[in-house]
């Protein structure tokens, strides 16, 4: 069976930090294009940030660049999503996906993918 499980949302307080996980079942993660999303209540949903299989390079949105970091374990079969510096703006439910051709450099951030996960609540509140 395929499947994405995120893991690791909560509520912090700005400025802290939390490191989110992307469990895959059922295939090899390493092998997709991995991209990780969010959506706030009552706004459309963003890439934040993904890997491109066909490069294996990590890609950021700008509300992001600089505060998040995209890392994978490919024993765990598994990719984080490591979130500093959080702001009360970063509160969203947060989603991994991946998506297995045809996405190339950074336009994993904008495409279409195949596989979501159930998706973890962050919330960054004072």
């Known amino acids: 069976q395929v499947q994405l499980v995120e893991s690791g949302g909560g509520s912090v307080q700005p400025g802290g930090s939390l490191r989110l996980s992307c469990a895959a079942s059922?295939?090899?993660?390493?092998?997709?294009?991995v991209g990780w999303f969010r959506q706030a209540p009552g706004k459309k949903r963003e890439g934040v940030s993904c890997?491109?299989?066909?490069?294996?390079?990590?890609y950021y949105s700008a509300s992001v660049k600089g505060r998040f970091t995209i890392s994978g374990d490919n024993a765990a079969n598994t990719v984080y999503l490591q979130m500093d510096n959080l702001k009360p703006e970063d509160t969203a439910v947060y989603y991994c996906?991946?998506?297995?051709?045809?996405?190339?450099?950074?336009?994993?951030?904008?495409?279409?993918?195949?596989?979501w996960g159930q998706g973890t609540q962050v919330t960054v509140s004072s």
């Open positions: 059922g295939f090899t993660l390493n092998y997709y294009t």
């Open positions: 996906a991946t998506v297995y051709s045809g996405v190339y450099g950074s336009a994993c951030l904008t495409a279409k993918y195949e596989t």
């Open positions: 890997r491109g299989y066909s490069d294996g390079r990590p």
